[in-house]
C-alpha cells in the first residue's frame, strides 16, 4: 500500500492543481499563462503542483478575495436563501391563505352529511 501511495499522491496532487488552474482568475497566475502553468504542473510531479498552489493562494490573500484571506470568493447569493426568507415568497402565501378562508367563510353551510325530512 505505501508504494502504491508514492504514485497516488503526485498524480491526486497533479490532477488538483490542474483543476484549480482551470478555475483561477489571471490574476492568481502570477504573470504566467495557463498553458505555461500546466508544463510546470505537469513536467514537475511534485514540486509544479505545490508550487502552483502556493502561489495561487498566496496571490488571491493578497487581493483581498474573501473576508477570512485566502481562495477564492465564496458563492454570490442574489437573494433570499431559504422560500421563508423570500418577502414575495410570503406575500404570495399570506394571499392563499386569505382566499381559502374567504372561500371556507362563503361555503354552503348545508354540508352536514344528514338528511333533513
Known amino acids: 500500500m505505501l508504494r ?5 499522491v503526485p498524480v ?12 483561477s482568475r489571471e490574476e492568481e ?5 495557463a498553458l505555461a502553468w500546466v508544463a ?11 508550487v502552483w498552489i502556493v502561489l495561487s493562494r498566496r496571490a488571491a490573500g493578497a487581493q483581498g478575495a474573501r473576508p477570512g484571506g485566502g481562495g477564492r470568493p465564496g458563492p454570490r447569493r442574489g ?10 415568497f410570503l406575500w404570495r402565501l ?19 352529511g344528514g338528511s333533513s325530512a
Open 4 to 8: 502504491a501511495l508514492v504514485y497516488i
Open 94 to 112: 399570506e394571499q392563499e391563505q386569505r382566499r381559502r378562508r374567504a372561500r371556507d367563510e362563503t361555503a354552503p353551510e348545508d354540508e352536514s
Open 12 to 23: 491526486a496532487l497533479a490532477v488538483y492543481a490542474l483543476v484549480d488552474l482551470a478555475r
Open 40 to 50: 510546470i504542473v505537469v513536467l514537475l510531479p511534485v514540486v509544479g503542483p505545490i
Open 79 to 88: 437573494g433570499p436563501v431559504a422560500p421563508d426568507d423570500d418577502p414575495d
Open 29 to 33: 497566475r502570477s504573470g504566467l499563462s
